[in-house]
Antibody, heavy 119, light 107 residues
Framework: QVQLQESGPGLVKPSETLSLTCTVSSGSLSSHYWSWIRQPPGKGLEWIGFIYYSGSTNYNPSLKSRVTISIDTSKNQFSLELSSMTAADTAVYYC?????????????WGQGTLVTVSS | DIQLTQSPSFLSASVGDRVTITCRASQGISSYLAWYQQKPGKAPKLLIYAASTLQSGVPSRFSGSGSGTEFTLTISSLQPEDFATYYCQQLNTYPRTFGQGTKVEIK
């Protein structure tokens, strides 16, 4: 059973860069695609992007210019950086695993971490 | 991007009711669709993938159907723990996209 835990600042100033880390327990980073999803308060889910253990990435075009996802297999962690933060980026940020094998799905999720953008 | 439109956005129902939620895709996605349940303050939980395959551990009162552009999630007999928001997600192409959600509340 894979367990995921997000960590990072709960408050970010406008124009700054958000950095979040997801620590993976009880699982190998080589078995899934490691994703970030966010959810503004009271709103729906938005996929941010994924990284595979090989380092290959895929980002949502709506955020691509501002997003970097990286992986550290030695620490069983993957990370999200989102630059030029604005109030519109205030959201709960989830890390999750996407299992791919014919029919894909997001099977494990972290508990989520609320990030507020405010000066 | 593939747009997913869920209907209704809000649903009021009683315990024991049969509930159906529809998800329509802006283009064909074969059976590459998943359904998630989200309770307040919690992460989404996978219910169904491949449009109709029940995730392990999910009660059999949940079922999914459809292919192409129209899909349904059915709860055969609504239980108190089923009051939540439900999202569909397409996994046919990137970027992965979600429906706007359907909130199921107690009547």
């Amino acid at each position: 059973q894979v367990q995921l835990q997000e960590s990072g600042p709960g408050l970010v100033k406008p124009s700054e860069t958000l950095s979040l880390t997801c620590t993976v327990s009880s699982g190998s980073l080589s078995s899934h695609y490691w994703s970030w999803i966010r959810q503004p308060p009271g709103k729906g889910l938005e996929w941010i992007g994924f990284i595979y253990y090989s380092g290959s990435t895929n980002y949502n075009p709506s955020l691509k210019s501002r997003v970097t996802i990286s992986i550290d297999t030695s620490k069983n962690q993957f990370s999200l950086e989102l630059s030029s933060m604005t109030a519109a980026d205030t959201a709960v940020y989830y890390c999750a695993t996407e299992l791919r094998g014919g029919y894909d799905f997001f099977d494990y999720w972290g508990q989520g971490t609320l990030v507020t953008v405010s000066s | 991007d593939i747009q997913l439109t869920q209907s209704p956005s809000f649903l009021s129902a009683s315990v024991g009711d049969r509930v159906t939620i529809t998800c329509r895709a802006s283009q064909g996605i074969s059976s590459y669709l998943a359904w998630y349940q989200q309770k307040p303050g919690k992460a989404p939980k996978l219910l169904i993938y491949a449009a109709s395959t029940l995730q392990s551990g999910v009660p059999s009162r949940f079922s999914g159907s459809g292919s192409g552009t129209e899909f349904t999630l059915t709860i055969s007999s609504l239980q108190p723990e089923d009051f939540a928001t439900y999202y569909c997600q397409q996994l046919n192409t990137y970027p992965r996209t979600f429906g706007q959600g359907t909130k199921v509340e107690i009547k």
